[in-house]
Nanobody, 113 residues
């Protein structure tokens, strides 16, 4: 069973940047698609960005500000978040699919105004 562990969350002022990492317990070469979701207090979990066979799909709310990448050699997926806004505050989860769906435990991102 694949385990995904996120890190990199924290508190940042509006306009700042954070980079989230998601490390897999085994090679991510075969994990496709992968992506990031987030869940804000009182809201449903929503897709932030999906990476599928090299194609990316970003939520409109993060287009131009967030960038997904993956390093297969390090078994790691990243989410670079720039120009952060208070409405980006949420718990961010990495997700991957390989026969089953796998989720990380989440990392909190808080953006202050």
């Amino acid at each position: 069973q694949v385990q995904l562990v996120e890190s990199g969350g924290g508190l940042v002022q509006a306009g700042g940047s954070l980079r989230l990492s998601c490390v897999a317990s085994e090679s991510i070469f075969s994990i496709n698609p992968m992506g990031w979701y987030r869940q804000a207090p009182g809201k449903q979990r929503e897709l932030v960005v999906l990476l599928n066979s090299g194609d990316t799909h970003y939520a409109d709310s993060v287009k131009g500000r967030f960038t997904i990448s993956r390093d297969n050699a390090k078994n790691t997926m990243y989410l670079q978040m720039d120009s952060l806004k208070p409405e980006d505050t949420a718990v961010y989860y990495c997700w991957g699919q390989m026969t089953y769906n796998y989720w990380g435990q989440g990392t909190q991102v808080t953006v202050s105004s």
